[in-house]
């Protein structure tokens, strides 16, 4: 994972990075990973403070693990959306 990074700036570089317009002053890229398994699940949206249904086998990328001390991990998904899920669902694959 990046060095400590806040998370609005990781944001932004996974941003640029989905886009192609990597900065030059950026050291580092984000790696991405995806949720094991097919089909759908459940997990919590902090963007909209309710649990909403994401598909398994998508692309991610992790923004902190253990967040808020609830074990879970916060990641950021294609859709901007901020998820809650188990560290356990999601596989690294590095940089496709």
Do not use: H, W
Not at 24 to 53: A, Q, R, S, W
Not at 84 to 89: F, G, K, P, T, V
């Amino acid at each position: 994972m990046a060095p400590e990074t806040k998370i609005t700036d990781l944001i932004k570089i996974i941003a640029n990075q989905l886009s192609g317009k990597v900065d030059e002053d950026t050291d580092y890229l984000v790696p991405e990973y995806t949720i094991k398994g097919t089909g759908d699940m459940f997990c919590y949206n902090l963007t909209e403070k309710m649990f909403t249904k994401i598909c398994r086998g998508g692309l991610v990328f992790v923004l902190k693990e253990d967040f808020n001390n609830t074990g879970k991990t916060l990641i950021y998904t294609y859709l901007n959306e901020l998820i809650l899920i188990d560290s356990e669902e999601l596989v690294y694959i590095g940089y496709d």
